[in-house]
């Protein structure tokens, strides 16, 4: 007697977050922003998701310093973008903002996107880390000094997810190996 089985494909969603960082920018005076992309296919309530960030070095090794949380009854619809904005920043950061955020980073702040409560969270992407140990002006991005100061970033169209907390991989060592591009500060072009 013959048996055939039948393998089908599974797929699987292991480490795969609809939500990321999109953009960053650290310009000029209050000109910052944090543009945050929802690649799935329907609206994602950002009221179990949060932005915390650890200013110029973690208090405390690789935890966040400020728990950052979405206004009530934000969302992001599908293939859209949500954009927090310094709430002084210019008139054309200020027509794509979606919420007010008065610390953005100075280029050496870590931000995360996480999934969760304050106590109980999975980070989803970050842009810079939590670690203890103070980076500078900023960290480096595909292989510029300080690519977080001053510059603007820009994730890569080839990039379908967030880096899972793993800043170092996505920030890569060149202009090849990098999830970023990275522009001259106050470039805007590509905000919303």
Known sequence: MF????LLPIILNFG???LFFSEYAEGSSNNKYLEIFNAGD??????????????NGADVEGVYDYWNTFDSGSSVAPGDVFVVCHG???E???TECDQHHTYLSNGDDGFCLVEGNESSFTIL??????SATDPGFGWEVAGIVDGTKDHTLVRKSSVLSGN???WSLSAG?????SEWLVYDQNTWDYIG
């Open 3 to 6: 048996y055939r089985i039948l």
């Open 16 to 18: 795969f977050s609809e």
């Open 42 to 55: 329907s609206a994602v309530d950002l009221s179990q998701y949060a932005f915390p960030n650890a200013t």
């Open 88 to 90: 002084s920043a210019d």
């Open 92 to 94: 054309t950061i200020q």
């Open 125 to 130: 992407d970050c842009i810079g880390t939590w």
């Open 164 to 166: 899972d907390g793993n």
């Open 173 to 177: 060592t060149n202009e090849n190996d």
